[in-house]
């Protein structure tokens, strides 16, 4: 069974770093794309970027693009999100998505990520 | 980046009957690269459609798609009282992939 579990809510100040993370299972994690979606409160999904584990391929939405940083570790079968310095407006919940075509079968279970000072 | 737009943005139906989404694109959607998702509150999104027109695993045949090019259509054919939920499009054919801003369908 494909499971994707992600790291727990996190509460953190701005200006703070943050990695969250996303572990695969059930699934050869290095032929799967693997992708990060950002929901804010009330809001739509929006797609942020994507890495095929494979050959480390990382490709990012301009919207985020220099303001988070996609990885994955294929040792442990994990991906990462992070962020060197956390804004209030980057409060949301973010899922991971895992596919072998560059859309999601498969969702983590989200993690909440809620910046105030 | 291609602009996806979700119409209508709210859709009030009663069970049994017939809802219609649609979803354009701002420029064409190369080889029909298109997916729906189904999303119900505090739940993560769950794929319904890829391709524009083939069922994920496990999707009941009420749900069908269909389109191509800037204009595709999600079709749910009666309403299950589980159906209640918000649905997104999203287009992986190109860079940045990006996702439509829903369509919620309410019961009536």
């Known amino acids: 069974e494909v499971q994707l579990v992600q790291s727990g809510a996190e509460v953190k100040k701005p200006g703070e770093s943050l990695k969250i993370s996303c572990k695969g299972s059930g699934y050869s994690f290095t032929s799967y794309w693997i992708g990060w979606v950002r929901q804010m409160p009330g809001k739509g999904l929006e797609w942020m970027g994507i890495i095929y584990p494979g050959d480390s391929d990382t490709r990012y939405s301009p919207s985020f693009q220099g303001q988070v940083t996609i990885s994955a570790d294929k040792s442990i079968s994990t991906a990462y999100l992070q962020w060197s310095s956390l804004k209030a407006s980057d409060t949301a919940m973010y899922y991971c998505g895992s596919g072998s075509f560059p859309y999601f079968d498969y969702w983590g279970q989200g993690t909440l990520v809620t910046v105030s000072s | 980046e291609i602009v996806l737009t979700q119409s209508p943005g709210t859709l009030s139906l009663s069970p049994g009957e017939r809802a219609t989404l649609s979803c354009r694109a701002s420029?064409?959607?190369?080889?029909?690269?298109l997916a729906w998702y189904q999303q119900k509150p505090g739940q993560a999104p769950r794929l319904l459609i890829y391709?524009?027109?083939s069922r994920a695993t496990g999707i009941p045949d009420r749900f069908s798609g269909s389109g191509s090019g800037t204009d595709f259509t999600l079709t749910i054919s009666r309403l299950e009282p589980e159906d209640f939920a918000v649905y997104y499009c999203q287009q992986y054919g190109s860079s940045p992939q990006t996702f439509g801003g829903g369509t919620k369908v309410e019961i009536k």
């Open positions: 420029q064409s959607v190369s080889s029909s690269y």
């Open positions: 391709g524009a027109s």
